[in-house]
């Protein structure tokens, strides 16, 4: 059974946890330094808020998947969704071991999928993350060529 997710980055970690517990009725399930994340189970979400978004509000959204195989089957409707999907393979990322992809709704908002494969003690260095969303911006760059550097499309856009 599929999970779905939401990421908000926050000014205030405390002040946020705080809100959201009383919001859910519960406390997160991980609580680290510059990150919180609910796993609820009505309404059936991983909720997450960090302090490490670009700016305060909703980062991403996404699709938990529980096995290999409904990671498969999310991909494909990815692919056929159409846009560009940047899949990442194993990763680091929210204090989390697993498989990743990336692609932007026709609004561009990141939609993530994912399995998780286990914990981590650090939350990764968004590399895979932002090396995702850095390449999408340059391959649909508004104002630079397809063969401009990746700098130049993201600064150009972002």
Not at 40 to 67: C, M, W, Y
Not at 85 to 101: H, L, N, P, R
Not at 106 to 135: C, H, K, L
């Amino acid at each position: 059974m599929k999970r779905f997710h939401v990421h908000v980055g926050v000014e205030n970690l405390p002040q946020a946890i705080g809100f959201y517990s009383t919001l859910f009725a519960t406390k997160p399930a991980v609580v680290k330094p510059d990150y919180a994340k609910w796993m609820l189970d009505d309404p059936r979400v991983n909720f997450a808020i960090s302090t490490r978004g670009k700016q305060p509000g909703l980062d991403h959204l996404g699709i938990q998947v529980e096995n290999k195989d409904e990671l498969t089957e999310v991909y494909d409707r990815l692919h056929q969704a159409g846009g560009t999907v940047v899949e990442q393979g194993e990763v680091t990322c929210c204090y989390a071991k697993g498989e990743k992809a990336w692609i932007d709704d026709p609004s561009g908002i990141a939609w993530e999928t994912f399995f998780t494969t286990g914990e981590s003690t650090v939350y990764g260095d968004g590399s895979g993350e932002n090396t995702a969303r850095i390449a999408h911006a340059a391959s649909t760059a508004c104002c630079a060529a397809p063969t401009a550097p990746v700098e130049a499309a993201a600064r150009c856009c972002g």
